[in-house]
């Protein structure tokens, strides 16, 4: 059985992020262990390379075009991880290595050596530096300048639920087309499972509409893990699809709000779960339920104003040359042509720690 020091919220759930609502597809009970009960997680090697991927690639475009290249990229990766260790300390538990004794290290708790792992750090900084350096075979920095970057966005629905995210890359053409970009650290998925990759932007690409009042032309999902990017153009029918679904998903998240059964739903994906020994598939017991049951009075409709994007210039970037291919990981299409720079461009082909930066932490 477990136990947890972690305060639960006292609050019902009234927002859905990408990265929640994709808990809850995977198991109710994950939903409730990291929303409701807010469980603490162990970060993960995997989860924290994925932040600090992102955290150099935004971090690139504040220089100047000219000066965007892949060695000025790589050479970003040490000072990005202090920056995320001065903000997160406990990722340094990461590379401490225990050992029986030595010269080095110091003594934690029962007298076990304690020092630092610099050989697992330095190959983990290498691959981080890998993934940022395969990016510049899949886009060209020098000629894009985002609109936006690390965009958080946020509106209610008419039925009064709120939708929120963070955005990783926001491109605008001349024309006023948008491009939502998301960059993804692990490996793009079988085409059979392309579906489930894009539910993410076509999320972002639903709240976008509803705020600017106009749909994204193009959703771009980077993945630079098998050098792959799956695009796709949305439609007004597509996104209208994918907000009956968030509502029959919330009703969903209510009911079990409302009547405390968050059950679990075995998958593979247990192995990677934090709270076996707060499940009962694993013989463990959740902790004692936070919040009252029965019916929560209606949620209040109201409009969430936002910013108008600037719309730079928006050059194509290069034509993407995958590296590191597989066939597991191939995308549901080849590349598609270069457009000129009046449209928005179309190369190939698609995770966290802080509010919805669960998805930005991990590699997929």
């Known amino acids: 059985m477990g ?28 939903y409730r262990f990291r929303v409701i009960d807010q469980l603490p997680e162990k970060p993960s090697e995997a989860a924290t390379r994925g932040t600090l991927v992102h955290a150099v690639l935004e971090r690139l475009f504040d220089a100047p075009a000219a000066e965007r290249t892949a060695s000025r990229a790589r050479s970003l990766v040490a000072g990005e991880w202090e920056r995320l260790l001065t903000s997160r300390p406990d990722l340094a538990e990461l590379f401490a290595e225990e050992t029986d004794g030595g010269e080095d290290g110091g003594t934690e708790g029962d007298g076990v050596r304690v ?44 039925s009064g639920l ?26 793009a998925p079988r085409p059979e499972y392309s579906s489930g990759a894009l539910f993410q932007m076509k999320f972002y690409a639903l709240v976008l509409w509803r705020l600017r009042g106009a749909v994204p032309r193009r ?27 968030l509502l029959a998903l919330w009703e969903a998240i209510r009911r079990a709000t409302e009547t405390g059964d968050w059950r679990p739903r075995p998958s593979k994906l247990c192995g990677w779960c934090d709270h076996q020994s707060f499940c009962p598939e694993f013989g463990g017991t959740p902790p004692p339920y936070p919040l009252p049951l029965g019916p929560a009075p ?6 969430v104003a936002a910013p108008a994007l600037p719309s730079p210039a928006l050059a194509p970037p290069t034509p993407p040359s995958p590296a590191d291919p597989s066939p597991a990981a ?23 720690s802080a509010g919805d930066r669960q998805g930005r932490m991990g590699p997929v």
């Open 3 to 30: 136990t947890s020091t972690e305060k639960p919220s006292t609050e019902r759930p009234s927002s859905l992020s990408p990265s929640r609502a994709g808990d809850f597809m995977t198991c109710p009970l994950l």
């Open 298 to 303: 209606a949620l209040p409709s109201q409009s």
């Open 115 to 158: 020092a630092p792992g610099p050989e697992r750090l330095a190959r983990w900084l290498s691959e981080a530096e890998q993934l940022v350096e395969r990016w510049f075979t899949l886009e060209d920095p020098t000629r894009l300048e985002p609109a936006e970057r690390e965009l958080f966005v946020e509106t209610v629905l008419d």
């Open 219 to 245: 959703l771009q999902l980077v993945y630079l893990g098998s050098g792959d990017v799956l695009s796709y153009d949305p439609s007004e029918d597509d996104l209208r699809a994918v907000e009956r679904k």
């Open 162 to 187: 709120t939708l929120r995210g963070i955005i990783d890359r926001v491109d605008v053409a001349p024309t006023g087309e948008v491009r939502v970009v998301d960059y993804k650290t692990g490996k």
């Open 330 to 352: 191939s995308p549901p299409s080849g590349p598609s042509p270069a457009v000129p720079p009046q449209a928005v461009p179309s190369p190939a082909l698609p995770e966290d």
